[in-house]
């Protein structure tokens, strides 16, 4: 997390103390024109979901039957009736 606040007051031309580090100095951008914290920012957030899903999916479970006439396989919970 450190590293996205340094990164952060790199971009827009300060300093960690706050103060100014070059005069004048441009956002580091990278690709398609974001710049590094934009990207880190974004990044962080898809992780988070990520891992909201991966817990909401990690307590789901389904069960397999065949279907009677077509013999295809099914998906139903085990707490649907």
């Given at each position: 997390m450190l590293s996205i606040f340094r990164c952060a007051?790199?971009?827009?031309?300060?300093?960690?103390?706050?103060?100014?580090?070059i005069a004048g100095a441009a956002p580091v951008r990278g690709r398609g024109g974001e710049s590094i914290v934009e990207r880190a920012s974004k990044e962080l957030v898809t992780e988070r979901i990520l891992a909201e899903l991966e817990a909401t999916w990690a307590e789901i479970a389904f069960e397999h039957s065949l279907h009677q006439r077509t013999g295809y396989r099914c998906s139903t919970s085990p707490n649907s009736s």
């Amino acid at each position: 997390m450190l590293s996205i606040f340094r990164c952060a007051a790199i971009s827009d031309g300060r300093d960690s103390a706050g103060g100014a580090a070059i005069a004048g100095a441009a956002p580091v951008r990278g690709r398609g024109g974001e710049s590094i914290v934009e990207r880190a920012s974004k990044e962080l957030v898809t992780e988070r979901i990520l891992a909201e899903l991966e817990a909401t999916w990690a307590e789901i479970a389904f069960e397999h039957s065949l279907h009677q006439r077509t013999g295809y396989r099914c998906s139903t919970s085990p707490n649907s009736s």
